[in-house]
């Protein structure tokens, strides 16, 4: 649904833009009101799915947490204390492993409690 509203924002844009260079082209003014209304409603599409953008992300991002309560902004190499990033961490049969790039360890991380 997202996706089909960028297509027809983006191709509310294009016919913007055709109309636009068509009136500049043609010197017909009619074509740049016409050009600058599709050009607007195709942006004003845009930045309504863009306004809603940041609701899926957290969504996600909440999945992604499901896997176990691991604060990774802190998460640090038990073996050489080195910051991992989030591609240093992968969930294997539903436990955390950590392969560390610095040192090459790969281990076993416990999860913290929530409390
Ligand atoms: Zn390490």
């Not at 306004?51 to 969504?59: A, D, F, Q």
């Not at 049969?93 to 392969?99: E, H, I, L, R, T």
Request: net charge neutral; glycine share 10%.
């Amino acid at each position: 649904m997202k996706a089909f509203g960028y297509l027809f924002s983006g191709m509310l844009m294009l016919l913007g833009i055709v109309f636009c260079v068509a009136a500049g082209a043609t010197g017909i003014w009619q074509r740049w009101f016409l050009g600058g209304i599709l050009l607007g409603s195709g942006i004003a599409l845009v930045y309504f799915l863009r306004m809603k953008t940041p609701e899926t992300r957290v969504s996600v991002t909440h999945q992604v947490d499901l896997t176990g309560d691991i604060s990774l902004e802190r998460l640090s190499c038990a073996n050489c204390g080195a910051t991992l990033e989030k591609d240093s961490v992968s969930v294997k049969a539903g436990a955390v492993f950590v392969s560390c790039p610095y040192c090459e360890t790969e281990y076993q991380m416990e999860e913290a409690p929530k409390w």
